[in-house]
């Protein structure tokens, strides 16, 4: 996500390098970059143009200081803009214990109303909430089978009406319903999708919220949606006041431009974003590790977070301790794979790591599959007798042959397999006593040489800089254009 | 002209709309300056045609009109004429307008198959559903294969709207293997010798590699049931849709090589200026366009109105 304003940034701030002042010129350089690199991410003409004018505020007639060098500075600045743009946020759904609270999800047709509202519950349902939805989509065929099949799967009640009463009605009676059960104390609405300009349509979600009053109105805004994200959330905004926005799809390639025009143009916050399709894949918004993100700062933070929820502590603290011990054998290696694996697909959690985002977009281009990999990893582990596992020393010729025929490999890749687990067992029990910084240092360390992903030749050198061009010649070249355009753009100008 | 009556219609919709069409913003007589250029690059990217497509037209115009008083009529026809160009590719894609089937390549004999895909939302089911709605119109017998078996009930939305155009259809529970409801339909459609089989895949983003294999495997199954089919493979996308359109259409056409697109939900406000962008890099001709949300809101795509309403506000 991000992907590309990030690499389009990354190009313009390339341009710094190397200089020893932010100028006038080489700001404007710069910030002519990043407007391309804005539109490309299909955020609005008038929000882009009015942040590389902050920008050029914040950036030109600055003092740089002693400590850093322009590009820091710049980066520092445009971080901060891009944070100030899309924040602050409020994550907070203003729930209270003891009343029961309305939610309204609403929004444009095929934007991921039905599937929020079961993430929504889900989310709630984790913090001990008691949540009800209500189908008030009778326009889409089949839109509340759907929500009913959603419901099951949480185990959340669902609260329906056969085709033919008003919208209006069913949220009526659902909200009634609920205040009836006593076990429910959150009633989350979804509306029919509607097309902004809909005036009969949107009328029905004016009389909604009039005769409801929902404490909160969520937006639900596809992060694909191009220049006219403007339009609908302004449209939307206007005739129900929301609360917050949710941005759904955004475990796509798209560049979710979206979220800062939505933000710039409506002044309401995104509370959450979806990353999948799955009923857990619901997720804070938070502007500071986006904006971290689009300038290839990466997002330590969501990972941290991410590892904290989805590991087993204990079963953490009981290979740590081994790994202390200096034990740390293959089947502690099959486990810790599964447990990456739970945190979701590797590319996507590599991307997260500060410097690998480049790796992760090479094995993309190409056609490594690091979940292959693992399954393969697992396959070959598998096929071991448990001795085996316990002690790898013990395998020779015919039980390589053994293993291999067992997992459907080749006994060259358990050779391959081994000797990689011998380097992670001794980086293991070196991380063991580290902070846990150093031991995200050291999982980069890792992945730089290959360790997630064995089957692969990555042409990687561990010391180049994390942000640096990966072709120089093509960066001189395009430096080289650059500097023509600029030449050229200076003749016409004095014409 | 006719074809984009109900496009117009649905823009109608709201009466406080203002109409600010673009050629309003060069008046005759007046000098074109650069801010004025500025205010059309505006509008030319508030159509999601992209930047480089944008730059293009500026250029285009910088060089011909730039400080130069305003002839309406030929900066407009140089604008139609750039757009139009940039739309069209490489060969001329003019549908037959009396023939609303001019754009499918249908199969000589037997039955046609369409392979409709997209990403999430866009609008797959129900413009499937106006596709068999306007074949059978034209007399074509159509059956439909529900292949979205993971999101909850989509096939029973593909079923109501079986239903209600009387045309058969196959079902697999769902969680089955898309592939295997894709053969039953194969071998369905041949049993019944129905004219077109239109093969519904589910919802996935182009950047899920096991949901693209598991769709050319869905394209392989049909391919070896009947030769030659799918005769089309139907990208569907979004109006809305933004710069990420590209990316659709080319991981898409990668896995299972596109053959048009439709293009959904044209009766926002949104423009769907992607299509000009997806027309030069990938060569993907537009083949239907999505106007509203009845039945027949489905329309031929025609490049001199779609160029038409780009700049309609």
Same mark, same amino acid.
């Given at each position: 996500?991000?992907?590309?304003?990030?690499?389009?940034?990354?190009?313009?701030?390339?341009?710094?390098?190397?200089?020893?002042?932010?100028?006038?010129?080489?700001?404007?350089?710069?910030?002519?970059?990043?407007?391309?690199?804005?539109?490309?991410?299909?955020?609005?003409?008038?929000?882009?143009?009015?942040?590389?004018?902050?920008?050029?505020?914040?950036?030109?007639?600055?003092?740089?200081?002693?400590?850093?060098?322009?590009?820091?500075?710049?980066?520092?600045?445009?971080?901060?803009?891009?944070?100030?743009?899309?924040?602050?946020?409020?994550?907070?759904?203003?729930?209270?214990?003891?009343?029961?609270?309305?939610?309204?999800?609403?929004?444009?047709?095929?934007?991921?109303?039905?599937?929020?509202?079961?993430?929504?519950?889900?989310?709630?349902?984790?913090?001990?909430?008691?949540?009800?939805?209500?189908?008030?989509?009778?326009?889409?065929?089949?839109?509340?089978?759907?929500?009913?099949?959603?419901?099951?799967?949480?185990?959340?009640?669902?609260?329906?009406?056969?085709?033919?009463?008003?919208?209006?009605?069913?949220?009526?009676?659902?909200?009634?319903?609920?205040?009836?059960?006593?076990?429910?104390?959150?009633?989350?609405?979804?509306?029919?999708?509607?097309?902004?300009?809909?005036?009969?349509?949107?009328?029905?979600?004016?009389?909604?919220?009039?005769?409801?009053?929902?404490?909160?109105?969520?937006?639900?805004?596809?992060?694909?949606?191009?220049?006219?994200?403007?339009?609908?959330?302004?449209?939307?905004?206007?005739?129900?006041?929301?609360?917050?926005?949710?941005?759904?799809?955004?475990?796509?390639?798209?560049?979710?431009?979206?979220?800062?025009?939505?933000?710039?143009?409506?002044?309401?916050?995104?509370?959450?974003?979806?990353?999948?399709?799955?009923?857990?894949?619901?997720?804070?918004?938070?502007?500071?590790?986006?904006?971290?993100?689009?300038?290839?700062?990466?997002?330590?933070?969501?990972?941290?977070?991410?590892?904290?929820?989805?590991?087993?502590?204990?079963?953490?603290?009981?290979?740590?301790?081994?790994?202390?011990?200096?034990?740390?054998?293959?089947?502690?290696?099959?486990?810790?794979?599964?447990?990456?694996?739970?945190?979701?697909?590797?590319?996507?959690?590599?991307?997260?790591?500060?410097?690998?985002?480049?790796?992760?977009?090479?094995?993309?281009?190409?056609?490594?599959?690091?979940?292959?990999?693992?399954?393969?990893?697992?396959?070959?582990?598998?096929?071991?007798?448990?001795?085996?596992?316990?002690?790898?020393?013990?395998?020779?010729?015919?039980?390589?042959?053994?293993?291999?025929?067992?997992?459907?490999?080749?006994?060259?890749?358990?050779?391959?397999?081994?000797?990689?687990?011998?380097?992670?067992?001794?980086?293991?029990?070196?991380?063991?006593?580290?902070?846990?910084?150093?031991?995200?240092?050291?999982?980069?360390?890792?992945?730089?040489?290959?360790?997630?992903?064995?089957?692969?030749?990555?042409?990687?050198?561990?010391?180049?800089?994390?942000?640096?061009?990966?072709?120089?010649?093509?960066?001189?070249?395009?430096?080289?254009?650059?500097?023509?355009?600029?030449?050229?753009?200076?003749?016409?100008?004095?014409? | 002209?006719?074809?984009?009556?109900?496009?117009?219609?649905?823009?109608?919709?709201?009466?406080?709309?203002?109409?600010?069409?673009?050629?309003?913003?060069?008046?005759?007589?007046?000098? =074109?300056? #650069? %801010?004025?250029?500025? @205010?059309?690059? !505006?509008? &030319?990217? $508030?159509?999601?045609? +992209?930047?480089?497509?944008?730059?293009?037209?500026?250029?285009?115009?910088?060089?011909?009109?730039?400080?130069?008083?305003? =002839?309406? #009529? %030929?900066?407009?026809? @140089?604008?139609? !004429?750039? &757009?139009? $160009?940039?739309?069209? +590719?490489?060969?001329?894609?003019?549908?037959?307008?009396?023939?609303?089937?001019?754009?499918?390549?249908?199969?000589?004999?037997?039955?046609?198959?369409?392979?409709?895909?997209?990403?999430?939302?866009?609008?797959?089911?129900?413009?499937?559903?106006?596709?068999?709605?306007?074949?059978?119109?034209?007399?074509?017998?159509?059956?439909?294969?529900?292949?979205?078996?993971?999101?909850?009930?989509?096939?029973?939305?593909?079923?109501?709207?079986?239903?209600?155009?009387?045309?058969?259809?196959?079902?697999?529970?769902?969680?089955?293997?898309?592939?295997?409801?894709?053969?039953?339909?194969?071998?369905?459609?041949?049993?019944?010798?129905?004219?077109?089989?239109?093969?519904?895949?589910?919802?996935?983003?182009?950047?899920?590699?096991?949901?693209?294999?598991?769709?050319?495997?869905?394209?392989?199954?049909?391919?070896?049931?009947?030769?030659?089919?799918?005769?089309?493979?139907?990208?569907?996308?979004?109006?809305?849709?933004?710069?990420?359109?590209?990316?659709?259409?080319?991981?898409?056409?990668?896995?299972?090589?596109?053959?048009?697109?439709?293009?959904?939900?044209?009766?926002?406000?949104?423009?769907?200026?992607?299509?000009?962008?997806?027309?030069?890099?990938?060569?993907?001709?537009?083949?239907?366009?999505?106007?509203?949300?009845?039945?027949?809101?489905?329309?031929?795509?025609?490049?001199?109105?779609?160029?038409?309403?780009?700049?309609?506000?």
């Amino acid at each position: 996500m991000f992907e590309s304003i990030s690499k389009g940034l990354e190009n313009a701030l390339s341009l710094f390098r190397g200089q020893g002042k932010l100028t006038e010129t080489n700001v404007q350089l710069a910030l002519r970059a990043v407007t391309q690199a804005l539109l490309e991410a299909d955020v609005n003409f008038t929000v882009a143009q009015e942040f590389t004018e902050r920008v050029t505020e914040a950036a030109v007639g600055r003092e740089v200081l002693k400590s850093l060098d322009p590009y820091q500075q710049f980066v520092g600045i445009v971080y901060h803009e891009l944070v100030n743009l899309m924040g602050p946020v409020d994550h907070s759904l203003h729930l209270r214990r003891g009343e029961l609270v309305v939610l309204m999800l609403c929004g444009l047709q095929g934007s991921g109303k039905t599937t929020t509202c079961g993430k929504l519950a889900r989310m709630l349902q984790e913090s001990q909430w008691r949540p009800m939805l209500v189908a008030a989509d009778l326009q889409r065929p089949a839109a509340i089978d759907q929500l009913k099949i959603i419901g099951e799967q949480l185990g959340v009640p669902v609260y329906s009406e056969p085709a033919g009463a008003g919208a209006v009605k069913v949220c009526q009676n659902g909200v009634a319903a609920a205040r009836q059960a006593d076990n429910i104390d959150v009633v989350i609405l979804d509306t029919a999708g509607r097309l902004h300009i809909d005036a009969e349509l949107m009328q029905e979600l004016e009389q909604i919220d009039l005769k409801i009053s929902p404490q909160q109105i969520l937006l639900v805004c596809d992060s694909m949606t191009g220049q006219d994200a403007v339009n609908s959330a302004k449209a939307f905004n206007e005739a129900l006041e929301l609360d917050g926005v949710i941005l759904t799809k955004l475990d796509g390639d798209a560049r979710g431009g979206a979220a800062l025009s939505v933000k710039a143009v409506t002044g309401v916050p995104i509370k959450f974003i979806g990353v999948g399709e799955q009923l857990d894949k619901l997720e804070p918004f938070h502007p500071d590790r986006m904006a971290g993100r689009i300038l290839g700062m990466g997002d330590v933070l969501t990972l941290v977070e991410k590892a904290q929820r989805e590991f087993d502590a204990e079963q953490m603290a009981l290979q740590q301790e081994k790994m202390m011990r200096g034990k740390f054998t293959l089947v502690d290696f099959r486990n810790t794979m599964g447990q990456i694996k739970k945190l979701g697909p590797l590319q996507q959690i590599m991307k997260m790591i500060p410097g690998m985002g480049k790796i992760a977009e090479v094995m993309g281009n190409s056609d490594i599959d690091p979940e292959e990999d693992l399954k393969q990893i697992e396959g070959i582990i598998d096929s071991m007798t448990p001795r085996e596992r316990e002690n790898p020393d013990l395998i020779d010729i015919s039980r390589r042959r053994r293993i291999a025929e067992g997992s459907g490999t080749d006994p060259a890749d358990i050779n391959k397999l081994l000797k990689e687990f011998s380097q992670m067992s001794g980086m293991m029990q070196s991380m063991a006593g580290m902070s846990k910084l150093q031991q995200l240092r050291q999982i980069k360390q890792m992945a730089d040489v290959g360790v997630f992903n064995p089957g692969a030749d990555l042409k990687f050198q561990k010391n180049r800089s994390d942000r640096g061009p990966l072709d120089k010649r093509a960066e001189q070249e395009k430096k080289k254009k650059m500097r023509k355009e600029a030449k050229k753009q200076r003749k016409k100008n004095r014409r | 002209m006719g074809l984009f009556d109900k496009l117009k219609r649905g823009l109608q919709k709201t009466k406080d709309l203002l109409r600010t069409d673009v050629r309003d913003l060069f008046k005759a007589g007046e000098i =074109v300056t #650069d %801010e004025k250029l500025q @205010d059309f690059y !505006a509008r &030319l990217i $508030a159509t999601d045609m +992209g930047v480089e497509a944008a730059n293009a037209i500026r250029d285009d115009l910088n060089e011909k009109h730039r400080g130069r008083t305003a =002839v309406i #009529d %030929e900066i407009w026809g @140089d604008v139609r !004429a750039k &757009l139009k $160009a940039l739309l069209k +590719g490489e060969q001329d894609h003019l549908w037959d307008v009396n023939n609303p089937l001019s754009p499918l390549k249908l199969a000589p004999q037997g039955t046609t198959v369409i392979l409709v895909a997209g990403v999430n939302g866009v609008g797959k089911t129900t413009s499937i559903a106006k596709l068999a709605n306007l074949l059978k119109k034209n007399g074509k017998s159509v059956a439909l294969a529900a292949g979205d078996t993971f999101r909850a009930a989509a096939v029973e939305q593909l079923t109501l709207w079986s239903q209600r155009l009387g045309c058969e259809i196959v079902t697999k529970p769902s969680g089955s293997d898309p592939a295997a409801v894709a053969y039953a339909g194969c071998m369905r459609a041949l049993e019944l010798k129905a004219d077109v089989l239109i093969v519904d895949t589910a919802g996935r983003l182009q950047t899920q590699q096991n949901l693209m294999k598991q769709l050319a495997k869905i394209q392989r199954v049909i391919s070896e049931k009947i030769p030659g089919a799918p005769h089309e493979v139907l990208l569907v996308l979004d109006a809305t849709t933004g710069q990420n359109g590209v990316s659709q259409a080319r991981h898409f056409s990668e896995s299972v090589s596109c053959t048009g697109l439709i293009l959904a939900k044209l009766d926002g406000t949104a423009k769907g200026g992607i299509v000009i962008a997806i027309r030069q890099q990938m060569n993907l001709p537009v083949k239907y366009i999505g106007v509203g949300e009845q039945i027949d809101d489905l329309e031929l795509f025609d490049p001199d109105a779609f160029v038409d309403a780009l700049f309609e506000t």
